[in-house]
């Protein structure tokens, strides 16, 4: 079996674990939030391999769609990544198949629109308020869907909160049709490229995934705004354990932190829900040290 061991020091700036040196050619499979494509592939991945000389193999969807398939043993993974707290309660307990005992939440981005600077529709998204653009004739509309995934859930009630704040009876459905409305509706992982496409003229995104590609966006006024938390857990029944929780201690650690920071992720302060006696020890000492 592979060892992989964590040596405790000072760990950089922020006082957290150094990854030892993995020994053999380990590969952990982390299965991620679909918004997350950019920090894990180019980001997190390539430099936990660095610092431990582990591989890094992901799997990208929308965090519900992730957890339906881990739930029902379609998909296995050694840790989980979503953009909601609330999606591991659906993998919580024995009757929904233990999957994940505890979780930390490490991340937060803001929803924002995202938009292609050649739409006709770009100059008045600068000028006007984003609800009355998003109402135009014939501007074409992308999010996710809100029964797979966090983002499409936040979209809604986005548009549902800002029928309350600006008094806008309809707005939601105005705006976005019926929930799973097949002109709008796409998967996570492809929205960016209809985006950068032209295939579309507006998307609703993270601020992580417009700031890391370059895309341009109009953020969300503060009455309004909504926002994915993102949480990390090894998985039950991990095929690497231990490669596990060196990933996520490392993703908590000073590195991880400073590489998220540049891909645009509001790094927080880690908290754990759930057994906090589960917690593997690497993961604890990352979290010692990030607090």
Do not use: C
Not at 18 to 28: D, N, S
Not at 260 to 276: F, N, Q, R, W
């Amino acid at each position: 079996m592979l060892r992989r061991s964590l040596i405790l020091g000072a760990g950089g700036a922020l006082g957290l674990p150094l990854l030892a040196r993995a020994q053999g050619a380990g590969t952990v499979n982390v299965l991620y939030a679909g918004s997350l494509v950019n920090v894990m592939e180019r980001g997190i991945g390539p430099a936990f391999g660095r610092a431990t000389g582990a591989s890094f193999q992901g799997f990208a969807g929308g965090s519900n769609a992730l957890a339906n398939q881990i739930k029902g043993a379609l998909r296995r993974g050694d840790v989980f990544i979503s953009a909601t707290p609330k999606v591991n309660d659906s993998l919580t307990g024995p009757a929904n198949g233990d999957w994940v005992r505890w979780y930390v939440t490490f991340a937060q981005s803001p929803l924002v629109i995202g938009y292609d600077p050649a739409s006709r529709f770009a100059a008045a998204l600068k000028t006007r308020p984003w609800y009355e653009v998003l109402q135009q004739p014939g501007i074409r509309i992308g999010r996710t869907d809100p029964k797979m995934d966090p983002k499409g859930a936040l979209t809604e009630q986005l548009l549902d909160r800002a029928e309350q704040v600006y008094k806008l009876p309809g707005l939601n459905r105005k705006v976005l049709g019926e929930p799973q409305n097949p002109d709008q509706v796409h998967p996570e992982q492809n929205l960016v490229g209809r985006l950068q496409s032209g295939q579309i003229d507006v998307g609703f995104f993270y601020s992580t995934e417009t700031t890391d590609l370059h895309i341009a966006a109009i953020p969300l006024p503060p009455e309004v705004a909504q926002s994915a938390h993102y949480t990390a857990t090894v998985l039950r029944d991990a095929p690497d354990p231990a490669g596990a929780a060196g990933f996520v201690a490392f993703l908590l650690g000073s590195e991880g932190r400073r590489v998220m920071h540049e891909h645009g992720l509001d790094v927080v302060a880690p908290t754990v829900s759930g057994d906090a006696a589960a917690v593997p020890p690497p993961v604890r000492a990352a979290l010692a040290g990030g607090r």
